[in-house]
C-alpha cells in the first residue's frame, strides 16, 4: 500500500525522522472525508492480525502462546484471564517486540479490569503508535481498538475530557461510528470550547485540521500550544508542517528552525536543514 504520511507525530523525535527521511504525501482532503470501498475493504481484524504476528515466531515462541491462548478459553475466572492477558502482553512486548497484539491483549486486559486509570492508558498506546503508522487498514484497527477503549473509560467517568478528546480523535483516524474525520473534530471541539487551556484539545484540533486541509484552523490551533507548551516538540514541527502546506514558507522556515533543536541525529538534522534551505 502506498505510503499515507499525513505527518509523523507523537512517541518521540525519533518517528518524526522518518518524514523527513522518507519523505511524504499531501492527503486529499475529499479523500480523508469519505473513504473509499477499496479502504474498507481492506479493514483488518484483530484474529488475523494475532494470527499474523504468531505465524513469525519461532516453533518455540508458537508453542508458548498457543498454551497461553488455550488458557484464556478454558478459563471462567476473571482473575485467572486477566493474569494470562498479561502474560501475553509481556511475551509480545518484552521477548517478541511486536507493538499490536501487545496493545491488544493489554487493552483486552484493561477491559476485564474495568479500571478507568488503564483503560485510558491502553486507548492511547494506540493512538500514539497509530500516528507512525503508514498502513490506512491498520491504522482504521488501531483506531477502532483505542475506541472502545476510550467509550468504556467514559462510562466510568463520563466528564474526563481527555477521554473525549481521545475518543474523538479515534474518528479522525478512521474509527468506525463516525462518516468523516469532521465528526471528530467537532467531538474535541466541544471541549476546546468550553476549555480554552486544554492543550490536549487544541492540538488535536490542530493536527485535524492538517488532516482536512484546513491550514489556517490548524496554524490558530497550534500557535496556542506552542505558546503554552514551548518544549512541545510535536506542536513545533506540526506548525512548521501547517505553515508550509499553508504556502508560508518564511513562516516555515522559521519553525523548521526552532525544532531543530529538539534534534540530536545529523542525519535528520541534516535533511531538516535541506528543507529550510528549500523554503527560502
Not at 505527518?7 to 525522522?17: P, Q
Not at 488458557?71 to 511475551?91: C, E, N, P, T
Not at 517478541?96 to 488503564?118: D, H, Q, W
Not at 486507548?123 to 497509530?130: D, G, K, M
Request: hydrophobic share 40%; glycine share 6%; net charge positive.
Amino acid at each position: 500500500m502506498k505510503k499515507q504520511q499525513l505527518f509523523v507525530v507523537a512517541g518521540g523525535i525519533a518517528l518524526l525522522l522518518g518524514l523527513f527521511i522518507f519523505g511524504r504525501t499531501k492527503p486529499d482532503p475529499k479523500k480523508l472525508a469519505q473513504p473509499t470501498q477499496t479502504a474498507r475493504e481492506e479493514q483488518l481484524d484483530s484474529r488475523s492480525i494475532l494470527e499474523t504476528a504468531k505465524s513469525r515466531l519461532s516453533p518455540d515462541q508458537q508453542a508458548r502462546i498457543t498454551v497461553l491462548e488455550n488458557s484464556i478459553v478454558r478459563g471462567d475466572v476473571v482473575s485467572q484471564k486477566i493474569k494470562v492477558y498479561q502474560q501475553l502482553a509481556d511475551f509480545w512486548k518484552d521477548s517478541a517486540r511486536v507493538f499490536e497484539p501487545f496493545a491488544y491483549y493489554f487493552g483486552e486486559k484493561a477491559k476485564l479490569e474495568n479500571s478507568e486509570k488503564n483503560l485510558t492508558f491502553a486507548a492511547h498506546l494506540y493512538l500514539r503508535q497509530l500516528k507512525t503508522v503508514d498502513q490506512q487498514s491498520l491504522q482504521v484497527w488501531m483506531a477502532n481498538q483505542a475506541k472502545e477503549l476510550f467509550e468504556k473509560a467514559l462510562i466510568l467517568n463520563p466528564l474526563n475530557d481527555s477521554s473525549k478528546v481521545g475518543l474523538g480523535s479515534c474518528f479522525i483516524f478512521g474509527a468506525s461510528g463516525a462518516a468523516s474525520p469532521m465528526e471528530g473534530i467537532q467531538k474535541i471541539l466541544e471541549v476546546a470550547t468550553r476549555d480554552s487551556t486544554n492543550m490536549y484539545a487544541q492540538f488535536m484540533l490542530g493536527y485535524g485540521g492538517i488532516m482536512t486541509g484546513q491550514y489556517d484552523k490548524a496554524i490558530n490551533r497550534l500557535d496556542r500550544v506552542v505558546k503554552a507548551e514551548p518544549d512541545n516538540s510535536e506542536a513545533v514541527f506540526l506548525l512548521a508542517e501547517a505553515y508550509e502546506r499553508h504556502g508560508d514558507s518564511k513562516q516555515a522556515a522559521h519553525w523548521y528552525e526552532i525544532g531543530k533543536k529538539f534534534v540530536n541525529n545529523a542525519d535528520a538534522l541534516k535533511e531538516i536543514d535541506e528543507r529550510i534551505k528549500s523554503l527560502k
